[in-house]
Each structure stands twice: as structure tokens, then as C-alpha cells.
């Protein structure tokens, strides 16, 4: 079992702060991974990453008992893990080497309480043992290389009649495959894909879509130095012939998959990546001996290939479009939407990373594409025109947002208490529009001038530009409420359309007695009609 445990009092900020004092199980997991997930979002929330650990121990211990001996356990293993590191910096040292960090090095040998001498003599000899047993896997791996190399310049008579890669031999139901590392220019000129003109029921792909080929030539093109592409999966009509290395072990999995010269080499998935690679050599031909890894089947017909395809796509499953967001850094956009997020913390901790929507007993309030939609609408600065911003207009733009959350919290009814988790995420969706993405989304619509009138005219002689916000105080939240039925609530379901965000902004500016924009003042018309 793993327990992550207090190693000293600390405080953990989730909706709300709690204390655990030393010794106090915060979790515990069966999975190791899914400890590790945990400690890591808890570290996060800690106020003192280093007073909490996670420990693994093989006693019964519930969640909230208090255990002494777990943090003192826990402590152990950081003080061992912590100095078998620096012995090993003193060993590298004494071969010769250097220390990578001589300032750090110091602060953590005084965070042990030991002297380099101590130091020695309690690690040095486990610290000596590890980096020779390292060196010895490094050189054992540097020979099986070397035997590959010598097998490739050894088959010059084979590769006459074959093609010969160097591969992995692996096994899936049974069967044989390999994993071949390809070379882009031979990728295009051995690997095909099924004709368009063949109908779909003949086939073992979709038809090839030149837009998407494009697209992946271009992201190879502008990212020439960190691109990233999957292995691509085929199906080979002929037997191949692997020659492993001849060693014990896993060794004989690794050699050279020959394949026949006229054997047919068709994808079965991957065909876009193709496509695109064959796009992108043609602008830049010193790709040529880049190298892409290519699954190898035996080919059993048709239809095994159509069914390869269909559980190839019907078990991948697509990333929700906020974790892609998350991890995209190569879009300023995202960018600039995380820095707003880290200035705003009580939002960001409301913000649903992982998903494109927000679970229903979700402590979270928006996903993180509903917050990108939300500054868009706000602040006009989309994906599209950020480029267009300067620095110093984007910093502009992030006081005003700030400034328009703290009045938001203060003028939107229910949003302090929301905002503060004195009334739950679930109740708040349960019973208001406040908690809702048509409303936030609407907030951006009705905002946008009032932002836009901060960051090009300023505060100039001490005009409230969010006076107007007050009267929202008198607004009713409340999802039953008439005014919200026909825009954002319909037969008493919460309900996101593109003229239900303008209808409910169409209220929230009327009750500001502001004037509506001609966009929102068109759907309000349009609903207004069929409402009444």
C-alpha cells in the first residue's frame, strides 16, 4: 500500500485550507502510478512541498490516522535517496569528474547534518556500487549496438533481393510483428496506401484527405526541430525474415527485419503521416534520413487489414481539448490564458484542466476551453490576433481582466460564496445560471466594452468604468426564473447555444441599462418574438 503521508504540520488548499500535523495519512492507493498522480496534484496544493511524502508500508492504515512511524519512514527514504545522490557526486568526483552543482551540493550535505567524511563512510561504498553497476548496463548496451551495426554491414548480399531495416521483433496475439525504424525517403517509396478510386468496401484505409497531409507536411516544416510523429502501422504481403542478435536475453529481440523486394507494403493506419512526410520532403529534402518507426504485420487479406483499422481507431482514444490546450506551448494563446490563470488564483483552482466539460459532482466550476472562450469574448484577443498584441498591451489586458473578476465577485450574485466554496459546485449548477458556461461566456459578451474602455482610456479623472455592475446585485439567479427561460434555460434544462450566450447577455446588459451591441441586440429581437 502507499500512503502519502505529513512529514510536518501542513496545510493543504483545495476549496478550502486543512491542516494535517505530522504523521497524518492524507491518501492512500494500491497503484503506485495513481499514488504518484496524487502526490504530485497535492504538492501543488501544499504550502510546504517538503513536509509531505509518500511512502509505501505494508500495514493497514486508514486515511486521516495519525502514524508516526509512516513519516518517519518517509523522512528515512528522502534522507537515503538524498545521500546516496551526493556520494554519488563525491565518487564521480574522486574518478575524476566534477560536481554539477557545488552550490546545491553544499545545502543539501547541511540539510543531511553530516560533513563530507561522514558522508563517505556512510554512502560512499553503495554510491561506488550503483554508478559501476550503471556503467556496466551502458557498455553492455553500447556493445549490443555495435553487434547491430556489424549485422547491417554484413548482409550486403541479402539486401541485393530485400529491403533490410533495423527492427524489434515483438509479439501480439500469438503472432509475430516488428517495429522498424524508416527512413523518410524510403517511407515514401515502399509504403503505399489503397487507391481513391477503389471503393471503401475493397479497401483497408479511408479515403486520403490532402487538407490534413498538409497539415502535418506544415507542422513538420515549422517545428524542423521538435516534431513529434507516432508510428505508423502496415501490413507486409510476404513472410519476413528477422535476424536477431545472437546474445542471451532480450538481445535476440533486436536485429534486422529483411523484407522481399516485391512484397506490398500497405498502411493500415497512419496514411495522413505518409502523405504529410512525402509533402514535407519536397520542401525540404535534407529530411531524407530522419526516420519514423513503422509497425510491420504479415499481411493475412483484406479483411484482417480492414479489421486492424477498425480496432486501431476504435481503441484510440482522442485527448479532451483542455488537456490539449494545457500542453500545447506552442500557441501563444494558451499561453497568455495560463498567465491569466496564475493571477487568478481563486478562478484557476475552479478551472477543469483535464476535460473538455465538467463533470456533474465536479468540484470545478468551467473547463479550461470554456475560459479560452470567455477571455475571447472578453477581451477580443483570440488565437488568431494575439501575435498582434505587444507586451505591453497584453499586461494591459491582464490588470483589466483582474480588475473585472474582483468586480464580477462582488456585483454577480452567489459568485463570492461560489468563488469562496462556502456553497458547493454542485449545488451552485443544481440551482443557478451563475455556475454555468453560458453565463460565464455571456459575462464576456456584456464585459467586453467596459474592459476595452479600461485598457484604451484608463481610469481619466476617477470614472467607475464597472459602475454599471452594481445594479446586477438585484438580478435573480435563481434557474427556475422566467428570464432565463427561452436563452439559457429551456423546459427547465441548462442549455449553451450561440444565441442563448447572446440572450443571456442581452439580460445581464438590460438590467445594467447598458446599450446592447448590434449582434446581441439582433438576438434579442429574434428571441424577445418567439418568446413572446
Known amino acids: 500500500m ?89 565518487v564521480r568526483q574522486d574518478r575524476g569528474g566534477e560536481i554539477d552543482n557545488p552550490h546545491f551540493f553544499a545545502a543539501w550535505l547541511e540539510q543531511l547534518g553530516m560533513t563530507v567524511d561522514e558522508l563517505r563512510a556512510e ?39 530485400t529491403f533490410s531495416f533495423p527492427a524489434v521483433k515483438g509479439i501480439q496475439a500469438g503472432s509475430e510483428y516488428y517495429t522498424a525504424q524508416v527512413p523518410f525517403k524510403y517511407l515514401v517509396k515502399l509504403f503505399r496506401f489503397d487507391d481513391e478510386a477503389v471503393p471503401p468496401e475493397a479497401r483497408a484505409q479511408r479515403n486520403l484527405n490532402e487538407r490534413h497531409a498538409q497539415d502535418i507536411a506544415d507542422y513538420i516544416l515549422e517545428n524542423r526541430h521538435e516534431f513529434v510523429l507516432p508510428a505508423i502501422t ?32 500497405l498502411i493500415n493506419d497512419g496514411q495522413h503521416r505518409r502523405r504529410g512526410i512525402e509533402l514535407a520532403l519536397k520542401s525540404l529534402p535534407m529530411l531524407c534520413d530522419e526516420t519514423i518507426a513503422v509497425t510491420l504485420f504479415f499481411d493475412h487479406g483484406l479483411k484482417r487489414s480492414q479489421q486492424m483499422f477498425a480496432d486501431i481507431n476504435a481503441n484510440a482514444k482522442k485527448p479532451s481539448s483542455s488537456l490539449s490546450a494545457l500542453y500545447d506551448q506552442r500557441d501563444p494563446f494558451n499561453g ?26 465536479s ?28 507586451e505591453a498591451y497584453r499586461k494591459d489586458i491582464t490588470t483589466a481582466v483582474k480588475t473585472f473578476f474582483e468586480k464580477a465577485r462582488a456585483h454577480v450574485p452567489m459568485w463570492d460564496l461560489m468563488l469562496a466554496g462556502t456553497v458547493s459546485a454542485q449545488e451552485m449548477r443544481e440551482q443557478y445560471v451563475v455556475a454555468h458556461a453560458v453565463f460565464f461566456e455571456a ?21 467607475d468604468r464597472y459602475d454599471a455592475m452594481k445594479l446586477l446585485e438585484s438580478l435573480n439567479p435563481d434557474r427556475t426564473a422566467q428570464v432565463w427561460e427561452g436563452r439559457c434555460v ?18 445581464l446588459m438590460s438590467q445594467s441599462n447598458l446599450v446592447l451591441p448590434p449582434s446581441v441586440a439582433e438576438v434579442e429581437s429574434r428571441l424577445g418574438t418567439l418568446l413572446n
Open 336 to 361: 497568455f490564458c495560463l498567465h491569466l490563470l496564475e493571477q487568478l488564483p481563486d478562478i484557476r483552482r475552479r478551472i477543469e484542466f483535464e476535460s473538455g466539460s465538467v463533470g456533474a459532482k
Open 490 to 507: 429551456v423546459a427547465g434544462r441548462m442549455q449553451k447555444t450561440a444565441d442563448g450566450v447572446k440572450g443571456t447577455a442581452a439580460i
Open 234 to 265: 502496415a501490413s507486409v504481403s510476404a513472410e519476413m525474415a528477422f535476424e536477431g542478435l545472437q546474445v542471451s536475453g532480450a538481445g535476440s529481440r533486436v536485429g534486422v527485419l529483411h523484407i522481399p523486394l516485391d512484397a506490398t507494403l
Open 2 to 90: 502507499f500512503y502519502i503521508v505529513a512529514v510536518d504540520t501542513v496545510t493543504i488548499r483545495k476549496g478550502y485550507d486543512e491542516k494535517f500535523p505530522a504523521g497524518k495519512i492524507i491518501s492512500r492507493h494500491k497503484s503506485e502510478d495513481v499514488a504518484q498522480d496524487r502526490f504530485r496534484k497535492l504538492e501543488r496544493q501544499a504550502d510546504k512541498v517538503e513536509n509531505i511524502a509518500m511512502v509505501e508500508d505494508c500495514a493497514g492504515h486508514a486515511v486521516s490516522d495519525v502514524v508516526p512511524k509512516l513519516a518517519q519512514k518517509a523522512l528515512a527514504d528522502r534522507r537515503e535517496k538524498l545521500g546516496l545522490q551526493l556520494a554519488k557526486d563525491l
Open 443 to 463: 459575462l464576456g459578451f456584456y464585459g467586453a466594452p467596459m474592459v476595452e474602455s479600461e485598457v484604451v482610456r484608463g481610469r481619466k479623472e476617477g470614472v
Open 123 to 161: 554512502f560512499g561504498g553503495r554510491a561506488a556500487a550503483e554508478l559501476d553497476e550503471t556503467e556496466k548496463v551502458r557498455q553492455a548496451f553500447a556493445e549490443r549496438m555495435a553487434r547491430i551495426n556489424a549485422i547491417e554491414s554484413s548482409v550486403t548480399e541479402r539486401s541485393e533481393i
Open 363 to 390: 468540484f470545478k466550476l468551467w473547463s479550461l476551453v470554456s475560459f479560452k472562450k470567455f477571455v475571447t469574448l472578453l477581451t477580443g484577443v483570440s488565437k488568431g490576433n494575439i501575435t498582434d498584441y505587444d
